[in-house]
C-alpha cells in the first residue's frame, strides 16, 4: 500500500485520508486543534460545496464545515 | 461571597446547567452570538450565597475571538471553576479541561449530554477520569436536571488538581490523547436516520431543497400562528375595548386631550391604523397587528435554534456570504434581523472581522425589515395585490445583494472563512423552547410599547406645534419631483424613525396609489433604521462606522427610491 500526501481540498467528498500535518501558522494551527482536527485524525470528506464554497469533513463522529483557503493547508496521507 | 464560574466548549449545554444551578433562566442554543453576553446568577454553596457566572463558550485560553478573550478574563475572577464538558466528545474538550486546571484554581468537572453520550456509544470510565484528573467528575444532563445535586453537593470538596501540573503545548495535547484512550471506549454503531438527515442537510443539492422547505415551513407556521392569534385572542379583545373608548371619546368631548388619547374620528368611529391616538392606534398597533406575529416569530426561530439547524443552514449560504464580505454565519443577522432589528445588529458579533460586521450591520439595517414592519407592509399593500408586497420584498433582497457585492470590494480589511462545528440533531425541549420564546417576547414588549407611546406623543406634539408641516415643505421638493410622492411622505419617513411600522400606518391617510406605496414603503425599510437599532448600532461600530453605514444608507435609499419611481411611475 502506497501512502499519497494530498490536501484536504483535493480529497473527493466520501474520501478519507489521515491527517499528517499543517501548512499554516501557530494560530490557524491551534484554532483547528482545539475543534478536534488533529495530527493522526482520520478526516473523512462529507461534502464540497459548489462555486468555491466550503468543504464539510466528519472527524470523530462530528461534521465540521471549513472554508477552502483552510482546506487546502490541511495535508492528509491518502492510502492508495 | 464566592465565585463560581462556567467554562465549557461551545454547544455543551453550559447554560442549561447554569439555568439549573440558579434557578434563573437563561437562553440556551445552538450557535455561537446569543451566550456572548455573559450571565450572571446565585446559588447556595455549602450554606453561603455564591455568584455564577457563565462564560462564553471557549476551545482554549488562547482566545481566538472576542468571546473568548472575555471567557478567559472571567475565569481570573473565579473561585471555583465548573468545567462543562460534552461526554459525546472528551477528547475535544479536555484540552480546555487541562488549561483550566492548570491555573491551579479549585475545580470539578460536569459530564454533561450523559445520556445522549449513552445513546452513541460511548462509555467513560468515570472514577478513571476522576484520578487522571485530580478533581470531581459528575455525570450530568442538564436540560433534565440529572446529576445537578451530585455536582453541588460535590463542589464543596473541589480543589486544586494535584495531578496536573502546567505543561507546553504540545505535551498538552498528547496528555489530551493519553487520558481519552484510558477513560473512554466506544462501541461502533450503525448510520442512524438522524446521521443520514444531517448529511442529506449539509450537502449542496439535497441541502438547498431541505432548506427552502424548512425556510417556507418557518414562513408560513409564523403566518399562521400569527394570523390565529389576531383572530381568536387580539380582536375579540379589542371588540370588547371598542365601547369602552368610544365611551371615553364621548366623555372628553373634542380638543387636546382627545387628540392626543383618542385622535381622530373617521366617520364618527375610531380607526384603529389610522386615528393615531396613544390608546387607540398607540395600543392596537402594537398589540394587535404586531406582537402576535412577534410570538410566532420567536417560537419558530426558537425551535429552529435548538434543533441545530441553523449551523447547516450557515454551511449552506457561505458561498453566497462569502461574496458579500461575509462567511456562512451572516444569515445569523439576516435571521434574527427579520424579527427585530436590535437583536440582529447584536447578532452580527458572531463575525469575526470588523469589516465582516460593518457589512452584516449595514446590509441588515438596509434591507432586513423587521416582523414589525413586515406585518404593517402586508396590511398595507395587501390589500392592493400581493404582487406590489412581493415588489417591496424583491427590491430589498435586491438591494440586499447589490450593496453586500458593492462593499465587499470597497470596504478596507479581512474577510476570514467560515469554520464551525455542526452540532447533532436534537429534538428540542418544550420547556426550554417556551422559555426563551417568552424572555424575547418580554423583551419586545418592554421595548416597543414605551417607543410606539412616546412616538405618538411627539408625533401629536410635534403636529400641535406646526413643526411636521414645515418638514413636509422643506422636503417636499426631493419628494415630489425625486420619488413622485406627496410632500406628507416626509413626516412618515421622520416617523420611521421612532418606529417604522407606526410610519408605514401614517402612509394610508395620504391618499397614494399602490405604486406610491411601494416606493414609500421600499424606502422607509432603507434610508435610516428605527431609533433603537440606532443606538446598538453606534455601539457596536462605534461612530466613524455608523457615520459610514449611515452614508451608505441615505444614498442607497436614495438611488432605489428614484429608479423605482422611474421603473413603475415614470416622470
Known sequence: MIAMEKTLLEL???????????????????????????EGKTLTVVTRHPLGGPVVIEVDGREVTLGRGMAVRVIVDVAA | MKTIVLMGNPNVGKSGIFSRL???????????????????????????????????????????????????????????VVNVVDATNLERNLYLTLETLECGVPAAVALNLWDEAGHQ???????????????PVVPTVGLAGQ??????????????????????????????????????????????????????????????????????????????????LISLVFEPLFDLYTPIVMRLSDLLGPGVLHEILIGRLFDGEIDYVQSMGLLTTGLYVPLAMILPYIV?????????????????????????????????????????????????????????????????????ALAVPCMAQIAMVFGVLGP?????????????????????????????GECPEIFLEIPPYRVPDIRATVTKTWMRVRGFIGEAIPYLFLGILLINLLYAVGFLDLLAAVFAPVMETWLGLPAGAAVALLVGFLRKDLAVGMLVPLGMN?????????MLSIYFPCVATFVVLLRELGARGMLAAAGVMVTTALLVGGALRMVLIGF
Request: aromatic share 8%; hydrophobic share 45%.
Open chain 1, 12 to 38: 473527493e467528498p466520501g474520501m478519507h485520508g489521515t491527517l499528517i500535518r499543517f501548512a499554516g501558522t501557530p494560530g490557524f494551527v491551534r484554532k483547528l486543534r482545539t475543534i478536534g482536527i488533529r
Open chain 2, 22 to 80: 440558579t434557578g434563573t433562566r437563561v437562553i440556551t442554543s445552538n450557535y455561537p452570538g446569543t451566550t456572548v453576553d455573559v450571565s450572571r446568577g446565585k446559588m447556595r454553596l455549602l450554606g453561603a450565597p455564591a455568584e455564577v457566572i457563565d462564560a462564553p463558550g471557549t476551545y482554549s485560553l488562547t482566545p481566538t475571538n472576542p468571546a473568548e478573550e472575555v471567557a478567559a478574563g472571567i475565569l481570573a475572577q473565579a473561585d471555583l
Open chain 2, 121 to 135: 456509544g460511548i462509555a467513560i470510565d468515570v472514577a478513571g477520569l476522576e484520578a487522571l484528573l485530580g478533581v
Open chain 2, 147 to 228: 446529576g445537578i445535586r451530585e455536582l453541588v453537593e460535590r463542589l464543596g470538596e473541589a480543589h486544586p488538581s494535584e495531578t496536573i501540573r502546567p505543561m507546553s503545548e504540545e505535551e498538552r495535547w498528547v496528555a489530551v490523547g493519553r487520558i481519552t484512550g484510558e477513560v473512554q471506549t466506544i462501541v461502533h454503531r450503525h448510520h442512524t436516520l438522524r446521521d443520514r438527515l444531517s448529511e442529506a442537510s449539509i450537502r449542496p443539492i439535497t441541502g438547498l431543497f431541505i432548506a427552502l422547505a424548512v425556510i417556507a415551513a418557518a414562513f408560513l407556521a409564523v403566518r399562521w400562528i400569527g394570523e390565529g
Open chain 2, 296 to 364: 410566532a416569530f420567536y417560537l419558530v426561530l426558537s425551535i429552529l435554534e435548538d434543533t441545530g439547524y441553523l449551523p447547516r443552514l450557515a454551511t449552506l449560504t457561505d458561498t453566497f456570504f462569502h461574496r458579500l464580505g461575509m462567511h456562512g454565519y451572516g444569515i445569523i443577522p439576516v435571521f434574527l434581523g427579520f424579527g427585530c432589528n436590535v437583536p440582529g445588529a447584536l447578532a452580527t458579533r458572531v463575525l469575526e472581522t470588523k469589516k465582516q460586521r460593518f457589512i452584516a450591520a449595514t446590509l441588515m
Open chain 2, 384 to 412: 392592493f395585490g400581493l404582487q406590489y408586497v412581493v415588489m417591496v420584498f424583491a427590491t430589498l433582497a435586491l438591494v440586499y445583494v447589490a450593496a453586500g457585492l458593492v462593499l465587499n470590494r470597497v470596504v478596507p
Open chain 2, 514 to 522: 399602490p405604486e406610491q406605496l411601494v416606493i414609500a414603503v421600499t
